[in-house]
């Protein structure tokens, strides 16, 4: 069964670094660009950042995430990472990994695979 698989989120102080990661299971994720979203209670599903198979990432959403969240591949571990600091209280939000063939894109409907999602809490 081929499957994504969110770790890491939890509850933060404003300020705080959290390091997702997206694990895959039943095929390998070389092959694969992986892009993570967000989406808050109310809100339209986002995209955040993307690395693709060359290990080229693309950043979206760019003025809420610039110079805090930086993403990265581990593809001996089959795993990818979004590293996540200086965290606000606006960055609250369920926290997804996706895959698509090969290249990047901002589009959620062009992924083919969803994790379950982990949740952030960023709250004093």
């Known amino acids: 069964q081929l499957q994504l698989v969110e770790s890491g989120g939890g509850l933060v102080q404003p300020g705080g670094s959290l390091r997702l990661s997206c694990a895959a299971s039943?095929?390998?994720?070389?092959?694969?660009?992986i892009g993570w979203f967000r989406q808050a209670p109310g809100k339209e599903r986002e995209g955040l950042s993307c690395?693709?198979?060359?290990?080229?990432?693309?950043?979206y959403n760019v003025d809420a995430v610039k110079g805090r969240f930086a993403i990265s591949r581990d593809n001996a571990k089959n795993t990818v990472y979004l590293q996540m600091n200086s965290l606000k209280p606006e960055d609250t939000a369920v926290y997804y990994c996706?895959?698509?063939?090969?290249?990047?894109?901002?589009?959620?409907?062009?992924?083919?695979?969803w994790g379950q999602g982990t949740q952030v809490t960023v709250s004093a």
């Open positions: 996706a895959a698509r063939p090969r290249w990047c894109s901002a589009r959620t409907d062009e992924y083919k695979y």
């Open positions: 039943g095929f390998t994720l070389d092959y694969y660009a």
């Open positions: 690395i693709n198979i060359s290990g080229t990432s693309s950043a």
